[in-house]
């Protein structure tokens, strides 16, 4: 079975500094998707990458996935508090969807 | 405006109840799933569905029963057999080798 992990479990940063959430999963797709979760919300969409080598930014936020390495990484630079909240990964094997953990991720004033 | 929606917000469950959760989809989408999540905890896949008239069972669905009449609903009916039911339940939707969007979810509590 398909195996979606993510590191760190949590994240507890100061405002300004840099950090990358991994996600590692364990059998070949070329697509890959990130999700922000507020607490006690649903999960929105963030980036959808689609490639060996794809590239996504938006803010403070950059995706990379690298599908030989089967790793992706979230990029976050310069956090602020709005940062804050749960990251997932997610694979989809013919269209079932396989999500890691999540990334409880703390920015602190 | 195109969307996912789920209702109720919060539902309450008696003891040997079955409770029905509804999803509907102006997405036009062909798949449909089911998640359930507990507190502090990542997404379980209860059900899903490619098509109309199809679906297939996740990693968790005992207790749980689907069905896919209409492309743009997929309710979910949490069973008594469901011995612990109290969670988030969150309804997605997507194009095949699409990013899926999901509803506000219902919370679902046992009384």
């Known amino acids: 079975e398909l195996k979606v992990e993510q590191n760190p479990l949590f994240l507890s940063m100061q405002e300004g500094k840099n950090y990358t959430i991994y996600c590692n999963y364990s059998t070949t797709s070329d697509r890959l998707y990130w999700y922000r979760q507020d607490p006690g919300k649903s999960l929105e969409s963030l980036f959808v990458l689609l490639s060996n080598g794809a590239v996504k930014q938006e803010g403070r936020l950059m995706a990379s996935l690298d599908t030989k390495a089967r790793l992706s990484t979230l990029h976050i630079t310069a956090a602020v508090h709005d940062l804050s909240a749960t990251y997932f990964c997610a694979v989809d094997n013919f269209n079932k969807f396989y999500f890691g953990s999540g990334t409880k991720l703390n920015v602190k004033p | 405006d195109g969307g996912i929606t789920q209702s109720p917000k919060y539902l309450f469950r008696k003891e040997g109840q079955n409770v029905t959760l509804s999803c509907e989809q102006n997405l036009n989408h062909d798949a449909m799933y089911w998640y359930r999540q507990d507190p502090g905890q990542g997404l379980r896949l209860i059900y899903y569905?490619?098509?109309?008239?199809?679906?297939q069972k996740g990693d968790i669905a005992e207790g749980y029963s689907v069905s896919r009449e209409k492309k743009e609903s997929f309710p979910l009916t949490v069973t008594s057999a469901q011995k612990n039911p109290t969670a988030f339940y969150l309804c997605?939707?997507?194009?095949?080798?699409?990013?899926?969007?999901f509803g506000p979810g219902t919370r679902l509590l046992v009384l």
């Open positions: 569905s490619q098509i109309v008239n199809d679906f």
């Open positions: 997605a939707s997507s194009h095949p080798q699409e990013t899926q969007y």
